[in-house]
Each structure stands twice: as structure tokens, then as C-alpha cells.
């Protein structure tokens, strides 16, 4: 894991959550008020339907026990990534993501212009639709090459260095529901 961070950039792992958090995780996030993502942040925030048309809820350490639970691995992974890779992570922020038919989100860096808060992105799938949703990686070096078309199993955790990786959310045939998150540098 820690070496194809540093060398790809990224690694994904299967099995890191137990289908049954999953479900339990899915449950949750199926009574949430979701609300239509957006790009930017502060003022320039905005909806742009074009670039994402997905659905989040920001996770909060006041959540279900099954939200607690995901958060507490998340944790075990950033006190992992510290002792292995020193980098001073501080904090994991994080939502729930739905995509429906036809939803996506393009291409894209999730490092905010002129910051470098957020250090490493993950994602989390907690169901396994049979088409469509792929996370598309691409190259650390070429950002035109592809690395991998990632296909959404739940349990399954993606994750990459936030700064150097583009990816997007190819095209939903089926409702996919994961969890979005970073690790950062500062705390909010």
C-alpha cells in the first residue's frame, strides 16, 4: 500500500470495510436530506451540472454508530499514513456520495486552487453496482494517460495523493453510494 502510494500516486483496497458496515452505512445514508454537489468553495461555490451532478451529506463525528465506525477506521488509516509516510495529517473530512443514472463527475484535482490543506483523497464504496460509476484514475506523471478504471465493490477503499492525481466519476447505470473523503494538513 505505502509503496504504490509513493510510486503510482495511489492503491486500492479491497475489503476494508465489512459488507455488513456497508449496509449499515448505506441504510443511513438513504434517510439523509442529500443535497446537490457543488465545485469551488466559500463565495465561488456553485452548482455546474455539467462538471458533477451527484448528491452528498457531510459525514459528522455526530452521526450513527455506523458513521462512528467508518470515522474510527478512517482514523486507524491516518495514524497508518503518519507513522509510515510522516505527513502530519490532522484531520479526515468526508461525505456521502450518491450517483444516480446518468450522474457523473469529470475530471478533476480535489486540491482547492492556492491551498494544499487537503494531503491524501479517499474513496469508499458501500455498495457493488454491476455497470457503470467507475472511478477513472489517472496517470501522477501524464494526467492525459489513464491509470485504471476503478470499478465500485463495496468495501473497497481507493486512495491517492490529492495534489497529484486527477480522476472522475465516469457515467452511473445504477444508483452507486460511497463516501468521499480527505485526510488534511490543518484542521477546520
Not at 128 to 146: C, H, M, T, W
Request: hydrophobic residues 40%; proline residues 2%.
Amino acid at each position: 500500500m505505502i509503496t504504490s502510494l509513493i510510486e503510482r500516486g495511489w492503491f486500492m483496497a479491497d475489503g476494508f470495510l465489512d459488507a455488513g458496515l456497508c449496509q449499515r452505512l448505506v441504510e443511513d445514508l438513504q434517510k439523509l436530506p442529500l443535497r446537490e454537489a457543488k465545485i469551488g468553495r466559500g463565495n465561488s461555490e456553485h452548482r455546474h451540472d455539467l462538471i458533477r451532478s451527484d448528491s452528498i451529506y457531510w459525514l459528522t463525528e455526530n452521526g450513527s454508530e455506523a458513521q462512528n465506525e467508518f470515522l474510527a477506521k478512517m482514523n486507524d488509516l491516518m495514524a497508518m499514513l503518519n507513522r509510515e509516510l510522516y505527513f502530519g495529517l490532522k484531520q479526515f473530512e468526508g461525505h456521502f456520495a450518491r450517483y444516480e443514472q446518468g450522474q457523473f463527475y469529470k475530471k478533476h484535482s480535489d486540491q482547492f486552487i492556492g491551498t494544499k490543506e487537503r494531503l491524501v483523497t479517499t474513496v469508499t464504496y458501500l455498495n457493488s453496482p454491476a455497470f457503470g460509476g467507475e472511478l477513472r484514475v489517472y496517470n501522477k506523471q501524464d494526467n492525459n494517460l489513464i491509470d485504471a478504471d476503478v470499478k465500485p465493490v463495496a468495501g473497497r477503499l481507493i486512495c491517492f495523493l490529492t495534489s497529484d492525481i486527477y480522476h472522475e466519476v465516469l457515467p452511473a447505470v445504477e444508483t452507486r453510494y460511497s463516501i468521499a473523503g480527505w485526510f488534511r494538513t490543518n484542521i477546520t
